[in-house]
Each structure stands twice: as structure tokens, then as C-alpha cells.
């Protein structure tokens, strides 16, 4: 007869040979459940399952990510000026002078008279047209100065709207965890190691991964971007996983030094022997094969074992 053991699970993660002891996941939390008997919850916060092994050892991932907002990566140096800024206003056009009155000879009494008034308006005439010039002069350049001013204000408006989504905006730092359950107690492993390219031995608790960096990011200047995906492609760049790959045998992991870069780890059913490419060939798709042994628990030097594979 089916009898209810679990409602509401995420995922049946393993079930034992003898079909006595299952392991499932719900609500984020990793449980074992012998049958007839009380369930315990092995782990809370599960972010994945890596291995659980017929002994009760478990490897598994804690996801712990956080949203960081991306104003936290950015220096604003243009904040003071940009507060102290103001939209600049159109120059008015300016109202020139009148031009002064041309005398005629019909208006005067003597030749003289006529002569010095003529003489005279000529001056005036003079004096006129240099202010005029004068003020045509300064009001274009108060149209230049209009249309630099703009600019500049609208690349602070631009800043303006860049510092919205800098401060609405969040980028997500990958950050996750391998754990080792000797059946009683959680280890750490690793405090942060890729989410992918893990693999494992079936029989005996022996894993591989790549352990993952985070890089120091210097702060940018808002005055060096445009818009927010530029420093998201920044932030991007400064956060990789390295070349190289670790081995955990239990709790205890080992990095593997390669000579160039590595690949193609491959580990046998009982975890007792690794295999990896080395010196991969830009050229050419082939490089050296090492070997590991592990043995009693204990992770053995890499061992060159055919060339050009």
C-alpha cells in the first residue's frame, strides 16, 4: 500500500538501495527522511544538490549572491558642479541705437554751416557703427556661450537621469558555497566556487570544481559613463572564475596547479583516479593528459601521462 511521506517537495533528490532513506528538497531545504521515522532537515538555504552518496555524505551549493546597487561602484566628482548648475536662458536680442541724422545742404543758411554739421554726423556715424558692431559682437558671443552652456547642461541632465538609475539599478554578485555532510555535521568547502562545471564521483565523496574570484573593482567616475550598462559591463569583466579547477575529498580540497590552462577533468566511479588535459596547443586541439591518484583520502601529485591527447 502508498503511504504519504512528503507533501509539497521541490525535488526527490535520492532515494538509498534499499529504498529506506530518501532525501528530498522543499521550501529551499534539504531533508532526510528515513521511513517510519520523523523527517530532519539536513540543510536550509539549499541553493543545488551536487552528490548525496549511499554513506549519507552530501555535497551541496549555498547561494549566497547579493543585489548590490550600482551607485556603490560609482564616484560622483561631478556632483557640487552639477548641483550649482543652472539651464541657462536664451541672450535677448539687443536694441540698437538709433543711427544718427544725415544733414543736406538745403537745411543750412552757408556752405560752412553745412560742412561742419556733415563733419560732424560723419563722427557721429562712426561712433555709431562701433557700438553697434560692439553690441552685435557681444550678443553672438552670448550665443555661443548660450549653446556651450547647453551642452554642458544637458550633459548634466544626462548625468541626472544616470544617477536615477545608478541608484534605482542593482547588479548581482555571484557568490556561491560548497558544503560537505558527514552525515552528522556541515563543512565548508569552499566559500565561493562556480555554479557550473562541477563534476563527481558516484561511489566516493570526491568532487571537482572551479573555484571562482571576485576582483577588486575600482570605483568609475560618473563623468566616464554614459549609461548604467556600461558599468554593468565593467562590474562583469572584474568578476571570473579562474583557470584552474580544485579537488575536494571530503571536507578537505586541493587546488590543481596547472602549467597553462586546464580542461576535460574526468573522475572514475570509485574517485580513486582524475584525469585532465594541460598545456592545451593554441594551434591545435591537444595538449598533455596528467593523472592523480587519490588514496586513503590523501590527493596524490599530477603525473604526466601521454602527450599530445
Same mark, same amino acid.
Given at each position: ?60 551549493? &549555498? ?26 536662458? +536664451?541672450?535677448?536680442?539687443?536694441? +540698437? ?15 560752412? #554751416? ?17 557700438? !553697434? =558692431? !560692439?553690441? #552685435?559682437?557681444? +550678443?553672438? @558671443? ?13 550633459? &548634466? ?61 575600482? &570605483?568609475? &567616475? ?65 595538449? @598533455? ?16 601521462? =601521454?602527450?599530445?591527447?
Amino acid at each position: 500500500d502508498k503511504e504519504k511521506i512528503a507533501s509539497d517537495i521541490s525535488d526527490l533528490v535520492y532515494t538509498n538501495k534499499k529504498a529506506t532513506t530518501i532525501y528530498y528538497e522543499k521550501d529551499g531545504s534539504l531533508y532526510k527522511q528515513d521511513i517510519g521515522k520523523d523527517k530532519v532537515e539536513v540543510a536550509s538555504d539549499v541553493y543545488r544538490v551536487i552528490r548525496v552518496y549511499e554513506s549519507g555524505e552530501i555535497y551541496y551549493m &549555498k547561494d549566497a549572491s547579493t543585489e548590490v546597487p550600482l551607485m556603490n561602484f560609482v564616484t560622483d566628482d561631478m556632483k557640487d558642479a552639477d548641483a550649482a548648475m543652472k539651464e541657462p536662458e +536664451y541672450p535677448d536680442y539687443p536694441v +540698437y541705437p538709433s543711427s544718427p541724422s544725415r544733414p543736406y545742404w538745403f537745411e543750412f543758411e552757408t556752405d560752412e #554751416e553745412y560742412q561742419a554739421a556733415f563733419e560732424q554726423y560723419e563722427k557721429d556715424y562712426e561712433e555709431w557703427q562701433k557700438t !553697434r =558692431d !560692439r553690441m #552685435e559682437k557681444e +550678443y553672438n @558671443d552670448a550665443v555661443d556661450a548660450y549653446y556651450e552652456d547647453q551642452e554642458k547642461y544637458n550633459a &548634466k541632465s544626462n548625468r541626472d537621469d544616470l544617477r536615477e538609475d545608478l541608484a534605482e539599478k542593482t547588479t548581482k554578485q555571484n557568490k556561491y558555497s560548497i558544503y560537505y555532510y558527514d552525515g552528522k555535521e556541515a563543512t565548508l568547502v569552499s566559500e565561493t566556487a562556480e555554479d557550473y562545471d562541477i563534476d563527481y564521483a558516484e561511489d566516493a565523496p570526491v568532487i571537482i570544481y572551479v573555484p571562482l574570484v571576485q576582483s577588486e573593482i575600482a &570605483k568609475i &567616475k560618473i563623468s566616464e559613463i554614459s549609461y548604467y550598462w556600461e558599468l554593468e559591463d565593467k562590474i562583469s569583466e572584474g568578476q571570473s572564475a579562474t583557470t584552474e579547477y580544485s579537488i575536494a575529498v571530503k571536507n578537505k580540497s586541493t587546488a590543481v596547479t596547472a602549467e597553462k590552462e586546464s580542461a576535460g577533468f574526468t573522475i572514475n566511479k570509485a574517485g580513486t583516479t582524475i584525469y585532465y588535459l594541460d598545456n592545451l596547443s593554441e594551434d591545435h586541439n591537444y595538449g @598533455d593528459l596528467y593523472r592523480i591518484n587519490i588514496k586513503n583520502g590523501a590527493i596524490g601529485k599530477a603525473e604526466l601521462y =601521454d602527450s599530445e591527447v
